[in-house]
């Protein structure tokens, strides 16, 4: 007993029932509630779908009873995709799924192009915006984002580009407004890096360079206890993997107790063989403290780019964005003599 038995003579004969005694009737004599979501199409006449294929069970050859509302469910992926497989037209009342909005990253690249030349970018059929909308593909695959087949195509991603045109001083006195409204990220993006172009190069090639790096297959960033940077996502991911590449941890802590004999965090002094006796030796976190834009997929990370910090102090680190220094966090803890002590928890 299974829809996947269905046949198409078996559901023209349900429909050819439906028209006969009418939509009450019908959903009456076989139990059903009014579909919803789907309905099966044919010329401009619309059915409950899964009403449809439950009666049709019944008109299977052999011993077949008709299905009840509660044998199946009438999803996507089952009544709507085995109706679909017979033939029949299956629409929707559900909003198509759209398009994932633009990311930090994305950002980030579209407003480069953009600054690049501001006065007159290349067009929507330029190979320039074609490698853009190639990248921010791929990005996407690194990232696990998916969109349909129009995601980040030239069009979309030309329009985005023109979009910061309404925050452009330039043309905005000039009388000439951007096309429709973006997010508010766009905006933030474009007041953070609009006048730092400089630095928004740097993080464009950055970015740009991990997205074709060879070696950048990712699991999953970890956002649960990491803000992304002001750099976005995938710089994130990469910061994230140097301090969880363990050979340079050990080698980190190696150097602390070569040196001093112990591990305490650079912040905040806490030393979790002190605080939680030998359960606690030898454990300690690193950060990472280069910024995000100077490094390259494949760069060598030095034991000295490594700062000991202690799991809490780590999170508050990266709990905004922009991150903290471990030197602003250390006077943020000064501030506050009582929260500074580590031997309270
Ligand atoms: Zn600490
Ligand atoms: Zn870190």
Known sequence: ?????????AVELAIAEYDEIGPERFLEKYGFAKARKYFLVIGNREYHSKAIAGAAHGYL???????????????????????????????????????????????????DFYMENPASPPGKTSSKIAKLSEDLNKL???????????????NGVYMKVMNFRRFDPTFAT?????????????????????????LLRSVATAIRAAINGETLH?????????????EGRLL??????????????????????????????E????????????????????????????LREGDKTAVSD????????????????PWLSVTQLRMLLNQRPTAARPETC
């Open 218 to 230: 990712t699991s999953p960033p970890d956002f649960d206890y990491i803000e992304e940077a002001e």
């Open 140 to 154: 996407a695959v690194i990232l696990g984002v998916s969109g349909d087949g129009q995601f980040r195509n030239p």
């Open 236 to 265: 994130t991911v990469l910061h994230q993997r140097r301090e969880r590449n363990r050979k340079l941890v050990e080698a980190r802590k190696q150097k602390a107790l070569d040196e001093t004999r112990e591990l305490r965090c």
């Open 1 to 9: 007993m299974s829809l996947s038995d269905l046949t198409r003579s």
């Open 61 to 111: 050859p052999g011993r077949h009873l008709p299905l009840r509302s509660i044998d199946f469910s009438g999803g996507e992926n089952t009544v709507a995709h085995v109706l679909g497989n017979l033939g029949f037209a299956v629409r929707s009342t559900e909003p198509k799924p759209r398009n994932p909005t633009w990311t930090r990253d994305e950002l980030i690249l579209a407003l």
């Open 306 to 321: 490594l700062a000991l910090v202690c799991a809490n102090c780590h999170r508050m680190i990266h709990r905004r964005k």
């Open 174 to 198: 000039a009388g000439k407004s951007g096309l429709s409204h973006g997010g508010r990220e766009e905006e933030l993006v474009w007041r953070e890096f609009s006048q730092t172009p400089d």
């Open 267 to 294: 912040a905040c002094d806490l030393s979790f063989a002190d605080r939680y006796g030998p359960h606690g030796d030898g454990f300690i976190e690193v950060h990472h403290l280069r910024p995000l834009h100077t």
